[in-house]
């Protein structure tokens, strides 16, 4: 008996593993490669590298239809400086929402990007800080962890924050 029940949760976790591949594939190819034409400029994002003295912070999560909060819990939370280039990338990926599009398909980003990046992770109850930041523009994007039993999953949320005059930055990012 117990011998069938374990062969009876590998086929479902097999079928959902091929549900899941099936749809995403479907989803993949749903939508025509974004081509981006904006160049990544290291000048316009080198703000981030500078001293500042606010504190970027706040909780990253999202509610699930049945009412279960899903946090971004031990997950990265990235702080990306609003440039040209990060605009026309995050408005491929997510449109104009705070979730990203089914099947958004962008080239890589320019590996020189990553350096104007700052990464954090989130805490149990899904907070996250950045400190020393310094004034500008920038996208918050907190990666959620999606409970499943046949593969990791994870999905990003976006906020934009606005860092003037060295006053901290306090959001609640929620997705919707």
Sequence with gaps: MMGSL???RAFVRAVVVLVLSALMAGCSVSRAPVMTTTAFDPG??????A???????????????????LRAVGTDVFLIP???????RIAAIYGDGKQPQWGAHL???DPLFEQYVRKTV???GGSFSFDRVADGGYYVVAM???????AFLQFPIIEKVDVEGGRSVRVVMRGY
């Design 107 to 109: 080239p890589n980003a």
């Design 144 to 150: 959620i962890h999606v409970p499943s039993e046949v």
């Design 82 to 88: 609003r440039t040209p280039y990060a605009d026309e």
């Design 6 to 8: 374990v062969d009876g």
């Design 44 to 49: 316009a994002a080198s703000f981030i590298n």
């Design 51 to 69: 001293v500042g003295s606010a504190k970027v912070s706040g909780q990253a999560f999202v509610r699930r239809n049945s009412g279960k909060m």
């Design 122 to 124: 989130a805490s149990s």
